[in-house]
């Protein structure tokens, strides 16, 4: 069966996109263990062991789905961490863009509106009073000159790369929420079959393809039969349940370019593009022998179930037909199936 139209995405992707910004956060801090160590701040030093264990803790967290919460501990844990070095080692170390980071963090986070506003404002008013602190006391731990642009350089590139790496997040979070309505737009909610719509865009294009060569397109219509006493009799969940398996059933049939559609209530479209009449016709017969032979359990009841079928197949100047004519030919068939008596497949060839 063609999937073209269904192939999407996935769920959501926040916990392995997070989890890579905690898994840099934790190998950077694993850098700076020594480094810390020599410029000998012990504040600093455990700090950076305690941002360490919250990087762990943040994946775990993270496994686990907690996503606020490892979130929370995260930007709590780097806030505190660069601020504090900020007061150690003074300004122009590129510290300050720690704060822009974790408000992109915040941003892209699941935390609620008033959370988020909440982190940025605190974000702004710390950065905002480091500004001012550094202007007016010196640091604690004055460091030399090569030392302070090691330290501008590799804080620069970790909150460049960061920032980077949050923007691709951002874009492919998009992608895949544009793919997702996508999917939504194009697919019958019940049987995940395409709906209507999205059948009538691939017939379009497959008429119009440019190689088709006068390759035979054969096109199925086919309804349950009297569906109405099936919802009448056993409720409409179970017609929800027969209109489920029959779709499961009649896909099992088809060619991986054939394609299918609910295409309204219990009728079901299927069209076929390189083909024969000879062949379409028996896929059809397939179909309809399975249908009747499906035993289709609803609580202590077996539910019998038919359908009928309307097969139409033109090779010849199938550009000159619009949709609506060769869709009309197909369920002129299927009205006469339903009047011969159902459970039959009627064919003609246009």
């Not at 996935?10 to 898994?23: A, E, F, Q, V, W």
């Not at 929420?177 to 009538?200: H, I, P, V, W, Y």
């Not at 060569?213 to 096109?219: A, F, P, W």
Request: aromatic share 14%; proline share 2%.
């Amino acid at each position: 069966m063609n999937n073209d139209y269904l192939k999407n995405r996935r769920p959501s992707n926040h916990g392995t996109h997070t989890k890579y910004i905690y898994l840099f956060a934790f190998w950077g801090h694993v850098f700076f263990v020594p480094l810390f160590a020599f410029l000998g701040n012990s504040i600093v030093f455990y700090n950076n062991l305690l941002c360490i264990g919250i990087d762990v803790l943040c994946l775990h967290l993270n496994k686990k789905e907690l996503y606020k919460t490892s979130t929370f501990l995260f930007v709590l844990g780097i806030t505190y961490h660069a601020t504090y070095c900020i007061i150690a080692f003074g300004a122009g170390n590129a510290l300050e863009f720690y704060y822009i980071t974790l408000t992109a963090i915040i941003i892209l986070s699941n935390w609620s509106l008033l959370h988020k506003i909440a982190g940025i404002t605190l974000q702004f008013v710390i950065s905002i009073i480091m500004f001012h602190y550094v202007h007016h006391y010196p640091p604690i731990t004055p460091i030399r000159e090569s030392v302070h642009i090691l330290f501008h350089h590799m804080f620069l590139f970790s909150n460049i790369f960061a920032i980077a790496y949050l923007c691709f997040f951002f874009m492919h979070t998009v992608d895949l929420a544009e793919k997702s309505l996508l999917k939504q737009a194009k697919t019958d909610c019940l049987t995940g079959l395409l709906n209507r719509g999205a059948f009538m865009e691939a017939l379009q294009a497959e008429i119009n393809r440019p190689d088709r060569n006068k390759e035979g397109l054969g096109i199925i219509i086919a309804d349950i039969d009297h569906f109405k006493k099936i919802n009448d009799t056993w409720g409409h969940l179970a017609g929800d349940e027969v209109i489920q398996k029959i779709a499961s059933t009649l896909s099992s049939e088809l060619r991986e370019n054939d394609t299918i559609a609910r295409y309204g209530g219990e009728e079901f479209v299927v069209f076929f593009p390189a083909t024969s009449l000879a062949s379409v016709h028996s896929i059809a017969e397939r179909m309809r022998s399975k249908v009747e032979h499906l035993e289709l359990h609803y609580e202590d009841s077996l539910i019998p179930v038919t359908m009928s079928f309307g097969v139409v197949f033109e090779k010849e100047n199938i550009r000159d037909y619009s949709l609506d004519s060769f869709l009309k030919s197909a369920d002129d068939m299927l009205y006469r199936a339903k009047a011969e008596g159902r459970n039959l497949v009627i064919t003609q060839s246009t």
